[in-house]
């Protein structure tokens, strides 16, 4: 086991969510709930999983905590700061279902930006970059172009430049959603192996019932119309967790057990299954909602 | 039981693109397969056009033979009343000063547009309806502005159609950026200069270029279309305007010729540039 990656970080949890709502409006009407009474907390080395039905509001909660949008009430500290101060801060890092690579940049280029933007020196940004490529295992593609890569290959680079400025929380907003079983199965047991050399905590948004049970301390399961928390799984798999645990009964009691409590707040499996209109839906309605 | 997977030594695949292998001798061969056609095709077109004037016994003042153009333009070359090159210099300078005043002027309204949510409601509505105009239709005007005899009334020609696709192509670069590298960007903290300088200035190379290769040919079209209404007299649309009516068709379409030729080494340099800028773009284009 490595030393800790993540910068030292006050006790306490790293996200204390209280009293969240958020409506969309046009004009003066209010469109959609998205969410109602969200309350949560989330403590520090944790792997929480949001999960629910298309338009159940857990991609706008992910992106309220992250600060890329404002809830319309309740308050949501990331630190014990503001989500706002906590931005500035940067104390976070995102993933999102498209890996926002950069072509001009090289894939060690792509996982330096941030370092950059944060003023980091030459060295430093190269040293820091390399061994981040060596954790997601791209240590051979330093110099590679992102659209050389695969899929996953790609969605690598942008776990390895999310932790390359050492955040206190990854946010994952459906970070695997666009690939294929076999990869995304893969790609699980890298998050894992990377959370748990890491230390970091992280919150991570999927429309997958095994995905959440695989990767998380506790899934949070919610309901659409108004996005709501229904229901909060622990998820006591033993650790280290790997593809045989995919095999224990344990493992398919739990899966079940979400199954239910999805099932129990409303949201159909097929909602659950579909891959990706809500998060867009939603970014949509965010936009339209200026002002 | 289970089917164990290993560790993640390239669990998710071999990279889909392969930098090119030592071909480059591969390579020449490919682009000579890419060419030929169009090589072919353009000789054989000539070649008709050389024969169907003499099968069909056609006047020189309907369609001069090739043969005869190349040699008006050899006889008019360097010297003489019609002397083309020294006209097609003076023509490519006013075209290349009309394209950096229209490219400039593209790319401030541009930043601006781009910048300030408020610029853009006010200038794009104009550049577009300002677009709609016959801009040809300024050239006198340009003439009685800037000076008959003045080369500037010509770039100024040059200048104005150059601006609008530089403006509208470099404003589109500039705004429409992934809207996930913005959430990005803004998780990082990053400020508008920083944004600008990561992330949309680079996003809009790739239609700076696109752009520039439009503005190339129009910068030509612009001086050649502005020497028609008067003003200097050793310049390439002189030369036009005054070898057709002396009737001397051969000398006009090899100054034609060398309009066209200009405007084709015009546009090679801009992609040659553009290679050089942007590399990661052709080898996008190679992967899709």
Redesign the interface.
């Known amino acids: 086991m490595t030393a800790p990656l993540t910068a030292q970080a006050p006790a306490g949890p790293v996200v204390r969510i209280a009293g969240v709502n958020k409506t969309f409006s046009r004009g003066d009407q209010v469109v959609t709930k998205a969410l109602e009474g969200i309350d949560l907390e989330v403590a520090r080395g944790e792997f929480i999983s949001l999960i629910g039905p298309s338009g159940c509001g857990k991609s706008t909660l992910l992106r309220i905590v ?3 949008t404002s809830p319309s009430s309740g308050t949501v500290l990331v630190n014990g700061k503001p989500a706002e101060r906590a ?4 104390d ?3 993933v ?1 279902q ?1 890996p ?1 690579l ?3 940049r090289t894939v060690e280029e792509n996982v330096k ?2 370092l ?3 003023g980091q020196d030459a060295p430093t940004r190269t040293a820091r970059a390399r061994e981040m490529l060596e954790l997601v ?1 791209l240590g051979d ?1 330093l110099k ?2 992102p ?7 790609q969605q ?1 680079v942008a776990i390895a430049r999310a932790l390359a400025f050492q955040p206190s929380i990854l946010l994952m907003d459906e970070p695997f959603g666009a690939l294929d079983e076999m ?1 995304r199965e ?2 699980n ?2 998050v894992l ?1 990377i959370w748990e050399q890491t230390g970091t905590t992280i919150l991570f948004v999927t429309h997958s019932i095994p995905e959440a049970v695989f990767l998380s301390s506790r899934v949070v399961v919610m309901s659409a119309r108004p996005g709501r928390i229904t229901n909060v799984i622990d998820i006591d798999l033993p650790r280290p967790r790997n ?2 645990t ?2 224990t009964r344990r493992y398919f009691e739990l899966v079940t057990a979400v199954r239910e409590a999805l099932r129990a707040g409303g949201g159909s499996l097929d909602d659950a299954g579909t891959i990706d209109g809500g998060a867009s839906l939603e ?1 949509t309605m965010a936009e339209g909602a200026v002002g | 039981m289970s089917v164990s997977v290993g560790p993640m030594a390239d669990l998710t695949g071999r990279p889909a693109g392969r930098r090119s292998g030592p071909g480059g001798s591969r390579r020449a061969v490919r682009s000579v397969r890419y060419y030929l056609p169009a090589v072919l095709v353009f000789v054989g077109g000539i070649a008709l056009w050389e024969v169907t004037i003499s099968a069909l016994n056609l006047q020189t003042f309907v369609l001069p033979r090739p043969s005869a153009i190349l040699a008006a333009l050899g006889a008019n070359w360097a010297t003489g009343r019609f002397a083309l090159l020294p006209a097609a210099i003076a023509t490519l300078q006013e075209a290349l000063l009309g394209l950096a005043i229209g490219t400039i002027a593209g790319l401030a309204v541009a930043f601006a547009s781009a910048r300030w949510v408020t610029a853009r409601g006010i200038l794009l509505p104009l550049a577009v309806a300002a677009n709609a105009v016959p801009i040809i239709a300024f050239a006198p005007l340009m003439n009685n502005w800037f000076g008959l005899a003045n080369p500037l009334s010509k770039a100024m020609m040059a200048a104005v159609l150059v601006f609008f696709p530089v403006m509208a192509n470099v404003t589109r670069g500039l705004v429409q950026v992934e809207p996930g590298a913005l959430e990005l960007m803004r998780s990082y903290a990053a400020s508008e200069w920083t944004i600008l300088r990561k992330v949309r200035l680079p996003n809009a190379l790739p239609y700076f270029f696109t752009a520039m290769k439009i503005a190339t040919t129009l910068s030509l079209i612009g001086a050649i279309v502005g020497e028609y209404f008067g003003g200097a007299t050793s310049v390439l649309g002189r030369r036009i305007v005054e070898s057709a009516s002396a009737l001397k068709f051969d000398v006009t379409w090899g100054a034609i010729l060398l309009g066209a030729a200009t405007g084709i080494a015009f546009y090679l340099i801009v992609v040659a540039v553009e290679r050089i800028v942007i590399p990661w773009q052709a080898g996008l284009r190679a992967e899709s």
Do not use: A, K, N
């Not at chain 1, 931005?87 to 940067?90: F, H």
């Not at chain 1, 659209?147 to 290959?153: A, P, T």
């Open positions: 992250g600060d890329l931005r500035l801060d940067r976070y890092g995102m999102f498209s926002v950069f072509d001009w930006l941030p950059e933007i944060l295992e593609f590679h172009h659209y050389q890569l695969s899929g996953g290959m690598r990869t893969r790609m047991s890298e192996r593809e045989d995919r095999e970014r």
